[in-house]
């Protein structure tokens, strides 16, 4: 049960909507939310099932991914 003054919409707009300029990809096994800036791409968020990962660098939002040179960027 939720109590709240906030509107159903907005409680349960869709989660799946997603910019034009963000792209969802798999890299090393773990799925990413990226948002393209020219012919780079800044990572959004993560999803990963192993606690670990959130504490690497690399893949902290923010951090930038060059797809011609195969190479996540800090």
């Given at each position: ?13 869709k ?24 012919d ?35």
């Amino acid at each position: 049960m939720l109590y709240t003054i906030i509107p159903y919409e907005l409680v349960f707009q869709k989660c799946d909507e997603i910019k034009d300029n963000y792209i969802e990809t798999n890299i090393e096994g773990k799925t990413f939310i990226l948002e393209r800036e020219g012919d780079k791409y800044k990572i959004i968020r993560m999803y990963s099932t192993n606690p670990n990962d959130y504490l690497k660098t690399k893949y902290a939002p923010g951090t930038t991914i060059d797809f011609k040179k195969n190479q996540i960027v800090l």
